[in-house]
């Protein structure tokens, strides 16, 4: 089946696409990475190492995603969305890439970059408005509606979401100021600002 790749093997590890993905000839997926079911992968998408992709999940053309990068069910990750490394996105939740949408208006050149950086989590259900930069290690909860650039390890809950707290990298929420450190031994310097880790 032309433009189909149903089952590619690399010289070290298999990439496993289930027989009912499209992986479109020309997309780069890297070893270890696994392609689930009804999932639409485009030509021009750029994919790391050890990703995964669930059932009923589209990557456009101008997407880069980085290694170990978990997209779960029905999540559309449209042109001019970039995920880096460790980045969850949790079942359904939305990527955007145009900020004022009309059917009868064509606004191909007018999307706007979202940029997830490494180690970010999406809630289940949350929804990113084009334009924004997810900072690292931060954690957007279930149906949040981020709208505004968010900093390094943020908890970002509600709609519109604002920020509820800090998180550590291990996905715990961070409690105090000063000086905190998480049961998992990481270190944080916390103000009412930033959480910088030590």
């Known amino acids: 089946m032309a433009g189909v790749l149903l089952c590619r093997w690399t010289t070290d590890m ?15 997926i890297g070893d270890g990475s696994r392609v689930w079911h009804w999932a639409h992968i485009c030509a021009g998408a750029r994919i ?62 007018e999307y706007r970059r979202t940029h997830v950086q490494r180690g970010a989590t999406l809630g289940a259900n949350c929804t990113i408005v084009c334009g924004s930069t997810i900072g690292e290690y931060a954690f957007v909860g279930a149906g949040a509606v981020v709208n505004r650039d968010v900093p390094p390890y943020a908890l970002m809950l509600g709609v519109p979401a604002k920020r509820k707290g800090w998180m550590c990298r291990c996905g715990v929420q961070l409690h105090g100021s000063g000086l905190v450190q998480c049961g998992c031994g990481s270190r944080y310097e916390i103000d009412d600002k930033n959480c910088k880790p030590l």
């Open 14 to 28: 298999a990439v496993t696409i289930h027989p009912s993905a499209i992986v479109d000839d020309g997309a780069q």
């Open 48 to 109: 790391g190492t050890g990703c995964s992709f669930g059932q009923n999940v589209f990557v456009g053309n101008d997407v880069v995603i980085g290694n170990n990068v978990k997209v779960q069910n029905n999540v559309s990750v449209y042109d001019a969305v970039r995920l880096d490394d460790d980045v969850f996105c949790g079942p359904s939740m939305v990527f955007t890439n145009v900020y004022n949408p009309r059917s009868a208006i064509t606004r191909k050149d």
